[in-house]
């Protein structure tokens, strides 16, 4: 190569190196913290012209509102009770889509609008019924939005969750977030977030589920589960009934309380809580016809006795083995029977017949034009049969 | 241009790339942007059979990664496209090396148009497309610059980077697996099964910068080993990101995902709390990735250039290629039309990368036998 080719090639190598060093620093996307509008939670309704969606905003104000972990266990820090109206601020607009009213939303704001702090999605259940597939595209298609955002299905309007001022805690919208959080870890619930949400909507052998949540003023309650077939709300399954559902579905805890009547004594009862549990899914087709045999396996503490019966022998806590297993299986097989009613398996048996029984699910799907209607046709006849392995390990503090 | 390279002879190519850096060269170059799309392309082809394929396809890459080794140790001091001029004549080896250099100078446009796509669109939304995609290439083009010795070098300091946040990202993802996602595990029939294993072992081809290597190795009598090694350990990575995204979205969900492995990093969370946004951490690493295979895709195409033109030294063509390279970049029009001449391209070039190494071995095996190699006696193959 001859030597001024050679420094040619230099030189245009230390000019691009020049640009490159002006150029690669990331100055477009520069954008302060204090110059966004973090928007904390969304809630969604039906607009007042039909067809338009109200979106309803809970934006926290820039230097008021912890965000991030540190902001865990309701506030944090001393002076955290200083009023709740303080760490956000609420605004609405109405759109014929999303898009449209997050459009409308950033014409009353001085700051972006940025989803990167999104912790709650809330659904009015008068849009949830219509059906929420309109309204997930814009989410979805952010890169914004982080798929642990909780969804949830308020019972009032959703823009009166985002008006909720809990008094113990600073941000509104990471209380929320925070009940499903520790509900989740306490075994109280499944994790059913948006991520969830939406990779099941997108099975054919499985109904979606989100938190049904009541809020306002000053109160949140956790009332239950929301069943979405084709992600329109269809009924609740109330909090009771959720440990059924976990102990179908796994998951690392359960905070199950099994109250059975004392074996041989009538009137009184004992009351057993989960400390651990799992469960086995074997689906089988015979005849053309799904069965499900489902086992369950808890080991449970004796929590509380109301009466005399005695339980400081072996066989005695045995005998309330027997009476437990019989309990659980009886909640389990009634929860089915009534999403059966329903047409919506919440449980993913569907699943497990489409992995592990691929010819019959083949057949379902052809015969019906598509195997997510196929299964829900045929999940009302699904039978099954539930067997229950409880072991009662320890009674407390008390011997007897 | 070093004065050793200076006052090298023809026969004598610097022998510097020990066994691990051979390995390490393999994995870091074939773990690419390829990662980020792989779970959703292979499920689109094969359903739940997505994971199995991309095994397959690694398999088949570490078979295509063995003649070249192969062709490494018979032929100790000659790169794949000097083999091609011996074994094949000048013409045709000339022929083949240009051929090999287009292929992989639009394999190195559009990967970095790929990477340029990502930022884009999840990370640096206002900062120029263009300006994303120069400085990836220059900074590949200015190590490619550097002779075969810092190329083993670089590889060998960046793996661990890109590998063990990479299987840190899968085990925290697999806390929300569900298994059932994975059934059936061969998915819906043999036809989507070879369709997505050859799409896998497409988006793999850059096991072929072990043909630009071998004859600088230090022990090329044992380089089957490290070689398969390296090409295993991609796939394994590639297999895991792919399982571990299936079992974490299901098949419906991943399909309509574009970048699943990305979300998979969103839907990653640290237990504790500690990283609150794993995709951050996640992109880092895949820019670290994305670097190490551009970086040898260009070596490559530099070194095949310099060859089929009859010049020893790659190093002026290193920045002669950028203009190139940068326009093919933005030459597509829309994402779908980048991932559709992704696929293509990636696809037409894989007769060259799998099939041209095994006719060199052939042939040269022929000779061997036929005697008239004039190393009569010697072991096979």
Request: contains cysteine; charged residues 15%; neutral net charge.
């Amino acid at each position: 190569m001859s030597l001024a080719l050679r420094r040619a090639a230099r030189a245009v190598a230390a000019a691009l190196a020049l640009a490159s060093a002006a150029l690669v620093t990331g100055c477009w996307d520069r954008l302060e913290i204090e110059d966004r509008a973090a928007v904390l939670a969304v809630g969604l309704d039906p607009g007042a012209r039909p067809g338009y969606v109200r979106l309803t905003a809970q934006i926290g104000i820039p230097g008021r509102v912890p965000l991030g972990p540190a902001a865990g266990g309701g506030g944090g820090g001393g002076g955290a009770t200083t009023g709740t109206r303080q760490t956000v601020f609420v605004t609405s607009a109405e759109g014929a889509t999303v898009a449209d009213a997050f459009e409308g939303l950033q014409a009353q704001l001085n700051d972006q609008i940025w989803l990167g702090q999104l912790h709650v999605l809330a659904v009015g259940e008068a849009l949830a019924r219509r059906g929420l597939a309109p309204y997930m595209d814009y989410f979805r298609r952010s890169p914004e939005v982080r798929r642990t955002v909780w969804l949830i299905v308020t019972r009032d309007a959703a823009a009166s969750a985002m008006e909720l001022a809990p008094s113990f805690a600073r941000v509104p919208a990471l209380f929320l977030s925070e009940m499903m959080d520790h509900a989740v870890a306490m075994g109280r619930l499944p994790v059913v977030t948006l991520g969830a949400f939406w990779n099941t909507a997108a099975m054919d052998g499985q109904t979606p589920i989100v938190p049904y949540v009541r809020a306002e003023g000053e109160h949140a309650s956790l009332l239950g589960l929301a069943v979405l077939p084709g992600q329109c709300m269809r009924a609740v399954v109330p909090m009771d009934e959720v440990p059924a559902l976990l102990d179908v579905i796994g998951g690392s805890r359960s905070a199950e309380v099994v109250t059975i009547p004392a074996p041989g004594r009538p009137g009184e009862r004992l009351d057993l809580r989960a400390v651990d549990h799992s469960a086995r899914l074997v689906p089988s087709v015979a005849g053309g016809r799904p069965h499900m045999e489902i086992f369950v396996r808890m080991e449970v503490n004796l929590v509380q006795k109301v009466g005399t019966h005695l339980f400081d022998r072996p066989d005695q806590l045995l005998a309330a083995d027997r009476a437990a297993e019989a309990a659980v299986e009886g909640e389990i097989g009634s929860l089915i029977r009534k999403t059966q009613s329903w047409q919506a398996d919440i449980f993913g048996f569907g699943e497990e017949f489409r992995g592990k029984e691929p010819a019959y699910w083949h057949e379902l799907a052809q015969a019906a034009g598509g195997a997510q209607a196929g299964w829900r046709d045929a999940y009302p006849s699904l039978s099954f049969t539930v067997r229950a392995d409880v072991h009662i390990r320890r009674t407390g503090t008390e011997d007897r | 241009m070093t004065p050793a390279g200076r006052a090298e002879g023809p026969a004598r190519p610097l022998k510097v790339i020990t066994d691990v850096q051979v390995a390490a060269i393999l994995a870091s170059s074939i773990i690419g942007v390829g990662i980020l799309t792989l779970p959703r392309v292979t499920t689109e082809r094969a359903d739940t059979g997505g994971p199995l394929a991309t095994a397959l396809g690694s398999l088949l890459t570490m078979g295509a990664t063995a003649l070249l080794a192969l062709l490494g140790r018979r032929h100790p001091d000659e790169n794949v496209f000097q083999l091609g001029e011996t074994l094949f004549g000048r013409a045709v080896g000339k022929a083949m090396a240009l051929l090999v250099v287009a292929f992989f100078i639009e394999l190195t446009a559009l990967a970095s148009r790929e990477f340029g796509e990502v930022v884009v669109t999840d990370v640096l939304p206002r900062t120029p497309l263009e300006v994303t995609i120069l400085a990836m290439l220059l900074l590949a083009a200015s190590a490619a610059r550097n002779d075969v010795a810092v190329f083993g070098r670089i590889h060998e300091f960046y793996l661990p980077f890109i590998v063990f946040p990479a299987l840190a990202i899968v085990a925290l993802a697999l806390k929300t697996a569900r298994l059932i996602n994975l059934e059936p595990f061969w998915g819906q029939g043999a036809a989507g099964l070879a369709r997505a294993t050859v799409l896998v072992a497409a988006l793999l081809q850059t096991f072929f910068v072990l043909g630009t290597v071998a004859n600088h190795t230090l022990h090329p009598e044992r380089l089957l080993r490290p070689a398969l090694l390296g090409t295993a350990l991609a796939g394994f990575v590639y297999t895991a990101a792919a399982a571990t995204a299936l079992a974490l979205f299901g098949r419906g969900e991943v399909v309509g995902l574009l970048w699943p492995t990305l979300e998979m990093a969103k839907a990653a969370t640290v237990p504790g709390g500690i990283i609150e946004r794993f995709d951050a951490l996640f992109l880092t690493v895949w820019v670290t990735a994305v670097f190490t295979s551009l970086y040898s895709t260009y070596f490559v195409s530099a070194t095949g250039l310099a060859q089929a033109l009859g010049l020893r030294e790659h190093k002026p063509f290193a920045l002669l290629l950028l203009p190139v390279v940068y326009l093919l970049a933005l030459l597509p029009g829309d994402i779908q039309t980048l991932y559709q001449t992704i696929f293509r391209v990636a696809e037409a070039s894989l007769p060259l990368t799998f099939l041209w190494p095994g006719a060199l071995l052939v042939r040269s095996l022929l000779a061997a036998y036929r005697g008239t190699d004039g190393r009569r006696g010697e072991r096979w193959p």
